[in-house]
């Protein structure tokens, strides 16, 4: 999952294929991607796959690039729904 | 020998040189507080530019190196945002002498004999050097992979460098500028509500500003633990950066520090040659 967010940044085409017709793209892409994965992608849902252990930095470049019907507002949006839980746990920065 | 004559703590928001250019509502609030730190910089006149900065997971994926040289004759960036494109000579003589010393002083340094620069030194040099033509000697330090380095190795790093430039042959004038935020976390799940950025730190953000502001960069190292870095942000391993520019001067108030608290970062420098200034 890194490595394909790190080559959406550096590759243009591959952009490109993803947003013409992204899921024959994610199913030969190299390494392979899971199902759920490719699942979790095609559907737009960074909060699975931020859950799963994916790298923000990277992850964020879906929205950023507008690809599997993200835009930065969406993907923040679901990022932050799928973290809520931790965030009412943590709180706020101790002094 | 070289001497430093100028230091610099600079951000890098991507961003930042299309939102000034496009009229973007923040675009003179960030002309403004990077002004200054043009004006110093072309005060102090260098003909290189030592840049201590952390790769955005561009250059650096496959392999990680916890510190890095740049020894090419020149690079272009920025790699992960190509609007801001622009080529940039390298002082490949001063980085092998630099690089060499570090070796010696058993920092085990890479060296990169291709470099491609993103966005953490193409944006900042929009601003702090548009048309100038300095030398750049790019350093990398990883503050992003853990296990990262510590505050207190990257401190020597920096006094290390320092010795390198002064010995290096010639009377070269030298700029150091130590890039990243305080408090950041791009992506992550402690981003704000309104952005894909947040500040999960403030209060960290601020007691670096004090300990900038009383030159105390002892108890800064001692406080900038792993721990600390990570509650942060996931950027926050950024201000590792900042630690090595730090540690190539004696310590001293910055000249000029200001801050932009919803980004988590500072803008700051240091005239360090009495002749740059006259």
Known sequence: MNKLCRRVVHDPALREALAQDPEPVLRGFAPPLSKAEIEALVTGDVGTLSRAGCNHFLLHQLGRWGLFGLDLPEYAQRIRAAHSDERRRTGPEPD | MCHIVAAFGIPHNPHFPTWVQTGHPLAQEIESKYRPLRLAFEQARPDALLYITSDHYNMFWETLPVFAIGVADSARGASDYPELDREVRLDAALAHHIHGHLLRRDFD???????????????????????????????????????????????????????????????????????????????????????????????????VLGLLRTADLTRLVAETTDEQMWRAGNAGGEVLDWIVMLGMFDPRPPDYLDVQPQFGHAFASWSLDAAASS
């Open chain 2, 109 to 207: 340094v890479a060296m990169l004999q291709e470099v491609e620069l993103d966005h953490t030194v193409i944006a900042p040099l929009h601003f702090l050097a548009p048309h100038a033509d300095v030398a750049l000697i790019p350093v990398y330090v990883n503050a992003f992979v853990r296990p990262l380095p510590s505050a207190q190795r990257c401190l020597a790093l920096g006094r290390a460098i320092r010795e390198a430039v002064e010995s290096a042959p010639g009377a070269g004038r030298v700029a150091v500028a130590g890039s990243g935020s305080f408090s950041l976390e791009i992506g992550g799940p402690r981003i704000s509500e309104d952005s894909h950025t947040g500040v999960p730190a403030p209060g960290w953000l601020d007691r």
